[in-house]
């Protein structure tokens, strides 16, 4: 299972990439990629499932994210969100020219691109602001969507509604060569979490003895891998409690959990209620 490394080429006439996909179209959303350009991802409305480094979560209100250089990630849409479309731009993290990005008005979004890094999440407050920006540069020249991004980016810069997604020196300690071994764990992860997953089969795969694995997996992700897995269970589960009118033990199992009492256990260690009680407040916001 190779992990994606995509090329960005950026769109024509323009310095960076944009791409508007309008009803769940965005192909790509779903596999593990990673790149060196930074991406910000716009979802206006619905829910879904989003992975950047080794955070799993699930939004219920559309998203905006910001990923940094060589971070990997997938999900954000999908057949179930219901969103109205998704926006995404990328730009090479030099793309404004050294010179440019050094300028007193500009070093911010520097700092900015520095913390996405580690991924950010923005708030709804954010969203409001600069949405309608993102979406309306599909229309727009080069010269005055450049513009319009840079307006953006200067939003992001000042905004206090965000969350990093990483813990500390997630990507710092993350190389470029790390990304093919990273990246094929995240991959199986995710491809067979309905499973039963042998810490010996994965650090195997990893070329690695398992404590070994185990030591390499934490210092990169700052979490154990059980730890990684039962959170993206239970993100799983979260999804299909709100998508899915059946019963919570069914869901468990679909989850990749075989004992119902270890689910309710770690979905409220994780979420910080039941899985009844999560059901019945997302009701209201999926809707």
């Known amino acids: 299972m190779k992990p994606s490394f995509e090329v ?48 799993v979560s699930y939004y219920t209100d559309g998203d905006l994210i910001l ?12 057949t179930n969100t219901g969103n109205k479309n998704e926006t995404v731009i990328q730009v090479k993290p030099g793309f404004l020219g050294d010179t440019f990005l050094n300028l007193q008005e ?3 979004i520097q700092e900015l691109f520095d913390k996405a890094k580690a991924g950010i999440a923005f708030g709804n407050q954010t969203k409001a602001l600069v949405g309608d920006r993102i979406e309306m540069m599909d229309d727009q020249q080069p010269f005055e969507r450049l513009l319009t ?3 953006v980016f200067k939003a992001l810069e000042h905004a206090k509604d965000y969350k990093i997604l990483n ?14 071994r990273i990246n094929m764990i995240f991959n199986y992860v995710k491809d067979h979490f309905q499973e039963q997953i ?18 390499y997996f934490k210092k990169i992700t700052k979490k154990t891998f059980t730890h990684f897995v039962n959170e993206y269970r239970v993100v799983h589960a979260s999804k299909l409690l709100a998508e899915k009118p059946v019963s919570i033990a069914n869901i468990a199992y679909e989850s990749g959990f075989n004992n119902f009492s270890h689910f309710n256990k770690l979905f409220k260690e994780f979420t910080g209620k039941s899985a009844s ?11």
Request: net charge negative; charged share 20%.
């Open 198 to 215: 042998s810490l010996h089969d994965i650090a195997e795969m990893s070329s690695m003895t398992v404590p070994s694995f185990c030591r």
């Open 149 to 151: 991004l840079l307006s």
């Open 67 to 78: 990923i940094g250089s060589n971070l990997p990630h997938c999900g954000f849409t999908d």
């Open 106 to 108: 500009i070093k911010g």
């Open 8 to 55: 960005v080429e950026p769109s024509f006439g323009s310095s960076f990439y944009y791409s508007k996909y309008v009803e769940n179209e965005n192909n790509m959303a779903h596999l593990w990629h990673y790149h060196p350009e930074i991406e910000m991802v716009f979802v206006n409305g619905g829910a879904g499932k989003r992975q950047i480094g080794s955070h």
């Open 277 to 287: 009680e999560y059901r019945h407040e997302l009701k209201s916001v999926i809707k």
């Open 167 to 180: 813990a500390a020196g997630f990507s710092m300690e993350m190389q470029v060569q790390d990304n093919d």
